[in-house]
């Protein structure tokens, strides 16, 4: 059997590269019946990753275990996958502040593959060692190989080359019996189906990639103290729009007039956090800023310090 045909049979034996006859002749319906039909494609995407909470919920406390003692988190794909990892470790220094190397995005390639393709870069297992290599990977760290097929070689070598090196590993795909989740300490397969458009991976299983990378670092940055409740007290303050935000998200954790808002804020150089503390605490600015060191940066844990201390 030839390379091509050796491809060509396993593309058949994948749930996302199947055809759906009774879609064969959507290009003669409405735009109004392809959007509807699209949609209703589209809902099916929770109930697929919802299916696999548990795995996802082991996941996130690997990372956030290793994350707890100064390891990364590196997301590493290639194509829709690897743009969607580099989206959610872009998003993640405005959000939590994150230290850009903390969570890095690595698409095979590099970033010209972000917004061309790269001819011939996803099937590089040897790229993706590369890669990692030139970020010092260590046995803290958690790699995340990220694959619709679950099989793409820059993504299995990630997690393979990841594993030898002790880091955690995860495969994420969006199909069952993958070789990506099978070489990973953690897999994690969310298989939504044929696409609407035959082998078009960036539509449902794009969705549901996206879905689960919103989960592992949101939920990692909740459990590393990221959050106070549902709010985002480690946002960093870049513009004015986040600006305005912090002091909003301040106000509803303290229920606190704007000039003590305004006041913690500019006492703490405006972290978000040591102002909260700062007013609900009862405490200075180093004061807010050593119990938060004492406690990891989990503000619920020094707040109960500051409240024993003073009461």
């Known amino acids: ?11 058949d034996t994948l749930t996302t590269e199947a055809f759906r006859p009774d879609l064969a002749e959507i290009d003669r319906m409405s735009t109004l019946d392809i959007a509807r039909t699209m949609n209703a494609e589209d809902t099916a995407v929770p109930a697929a990753v919802a299916a696999r909470l548990p795995e996802i919920a082991a996941a996130v406390d690997g990372i956030a275990a290793r994350m707890a003692r ?3 988190l590196v997301y590493a794909g290639a194509g829709t996958a690897g743009r969607l990892g580099v989206l959610d470790a872009s ?3 405005p959000t939590f502040n994150t230290a850009p ?6 698409i095979a390639g590099g970033p010209p593959a972000l917004v061309t393709a790269v001819e011939g870069a996803e099937d590089s297992a040897d790229l993706a060692a590369a890669d990692l290599t030139a970020l010092e990977l260590t046995a803290e760290d958690s790699v995340v190989g990220i694959s619709a097929s679950g099989r793409t070689p820059y993504a299995i070598g990630a997690v393979e080359f990841a594993g030898a090196r002790g880091a955690l590993t995860v495969g994420l795909s969006c199909n069952a019996g993958s070789a990506l989740a099978a070489a990973a300490d953690h897999g994690i397969e969310v298989v939504v189906g044929p696409e609407l458009l035959t082998g078009s991976t960036r539509l449902k299983a794009g969705t549901a990639q996206k879905l689960v990378l919103n989960m592992l670092s949101t939920i990692t940055m909740i459990r590393l103290g990221k959050t106070y409740g549902n709010l985002m007290v480690d946002v960093r303050a870049s513009n004015e729009k986040l600006r305005a935000r912090s002091r909003r998200i301040v106000a509803l954790a303290t229920g606190a007039p704007d000039e003590e808002i305004e006041a913690a804020l500019t006492a703490t150089g405006g972290e978000v956090k040591h102002a909260v503390l700062v007013i609900l605490g009862g405490v200075d600015a180093p004061t807010a800023a050593g119990l938060l060191d004492t406690c990891h940066g989990h503000l619920r844990a020094a707040l109960g310090l500051a409240l024993t201390e003073t009461g």
Not at 101 to 106: S, T
């Open 1 to 11: 059997m030839t390379a091509d045909a050796e491809l060509l049979a396993q593309l």
């Open 101 to 106: 190397a903390q969570v890095v995005g690595l």
């Open 70 to 72: 100064g390891g990364r």
């Open 91 to 93: 998003e993640c220094p």
